[in-house]
């Protein structure tokens, strides 16, 4: 029975790793690598230097794989996942053809391999005889509190999170993720909110404030880093002030 072990790697600091995910990555005799396209080609380098830093089995080698690309212009949403989500399976599945019998395998996913992140579900729809074992990472939520040296919680009061897609009305402190909409614009403009793009890395970019003063700021600054770096990783937290 092979093992495929799911490691949370952080969110771009190699020194994010916990001693788990360390143990984990020198377990696998096969470590695999996304190729997200030039564009993200940071995002492989990260993990290279990750497998370069850490891990000391000998035995141990990496194999790239190009990622399936979803399609965005399905109007159907759902459906355009779904089938995204069957094109990965299908390459996973022809990875695992790596992996030596009774051997482990590692998927090094970025941040933590339960929020936001879709390669459990993925391997959920490979045979079942396989083992999986998951490893949690720093989320960019933690790294994004942790830059503005803020709670993520207040005292008592809960803390919801969603994507730019399902964003409605604030009623909680709300952390949004994955918003190519910059929903935040249409939000309440007395909100105060807490940005971050990069969080981790060296490149990290934080903004704070009041909504209505900070927005177009945050607007034009993505839009600039989007530009130099080719991809952009957001998260910020809105919340009514006190």
């Known amino acids: 029975m092979k093992t495929i072990l799911i490691v949370g790697i952080g969110t771009g600091n190699p020194e994010h790793l916990t001693v788990q995910a360390i143990n ?24 290279r230097e990750i497998v370069a830093r850490y891990v000391t089995n000998p035995n141990s080698r990496t194999v790239e794989y190009t990622m399936p ?3 965005a212009a399905n109007p159907d949403y759902g459906a355009g996942v779904d089938d995204w989500h069957a094109a990965l399976a299908a390459r996973f599945g022809a990875l695992l053809e790596n992996v030596p019998g009774n051997g482990a395998c590692a998927f090094l996913v970025w941040g933590d391999p339960g929020l ?22 720093i989320t960019s939520i933690q790294a994004l509190t942790a830059a503005h040296r803020i709670a993520l919680n207040r005292i008592g009061e809960p803390v919801h999170i969603t994507t730019g897609r399902q964003l409605g009305p604030v009623v ?18 007395d909100l105060d909110i807490f940005w971050g793009a990069y969080l981790g890395t060296p490149d990290e970019i934080t903004i704070a404030g009041r909504l209505g003063a900070v927005r177009e700021q945050i607007v034009a600054t993505r839009k600039a880093a989007r530009e130099r770096h080719g991809w952009i990783m957001d998260t910020y937290l809105l919340r009514k002030r006190e």
Do not use: C, W
Request: avoid cysteine; hydrophobic fraction near 40%.
């Open 69 to 71: 690309k979803r399609d």
């Open 116 to 137: 936001y992140d879709s390669t459990i579900r993925i391997v959920e729809r490979l045979r079942s005889e396989h083992e999986v074992e998951i490893v949690p990472g």
């Open 172 to 189: 909680d402190d709300t952390v949004v993720m994955l918003d190519g909409q910059t929903a935040f614009l249409n939000a309440d403009p």
């Open 24 to 47: 984990a990555l020198n377990r696998a005799d096969v470590l695999f690598i996304p190729d997200k396209g030039a564009g993200k080609a940071d995002l492989a380098d990260l993990r």
